[in-house]
Nanobody, 126 residues
Framework: QLMLVESGGGLVQPGGSLRLSCKAS????????IGWFRQAPGKEREGVSC????????NFADSVKGRFIISRDNANKTVFLQMNSLKLEDTAVYYC???????????????????WGQGTQVTVSS
């Protein structure tokens, strides 16, 4: 059974940076594509970024392009989301999710993912 644990959230001022981590346990991470999602109060969950099994494919929501970077370290079973130039509207609970899919798979649709972490709060405030 694959388990995911997010960490790295916190309170940051606008323009600041945070790096989120998604640590997997139970099964080798290289068999899974990973997506990052977020949900702000009163809003639907949205896809933020994804990375394919070998890192060959990545995607970003338009709202975070040029500011967020996704990467993965399969040997250490961890996926990272580097968030720079944070804005007030980035405030949300951030979740990572895993999907056992073909090598090139990378999707922003939450229904594609079978395993989810518990989330980590990111608050951007002055």
């Amino acid at each position: 059974q694959l388990m995911l644990v997010e960490s790295g959230g916190g309170l940051v001022q606008p323009g600041g940076s945070l790096r989120l981590s998604c640590k997997a346990s139970g099964i080798a991470l290289e068999y899974y594509a990973i997506g990052w999602f977020r949900q702000a109060p009163g809003k639907e969950r949205e896809g933020v970024s994804c990375i394919s099994r070998t890192s060959a494919s990545t995607n970003f929501a338009d709202s975070v392009k040029g500011r967020f970077i996704i990467s993965r370290d399969n040997a250490n079973k961890t996926v990272f989301l580097q968030m720079n130039s944070l804005k007030l509207e980035d405030t949300a609970v951030y979740y990572c999710a895993a999907a056992m899919k073909p090598y090139s798979f990378c999707s922003a649709y939450d229904y594609e993912y079978s395993y989810w972490g518990q989330g980590t709060q990111v608050t951007v405030s002055s």
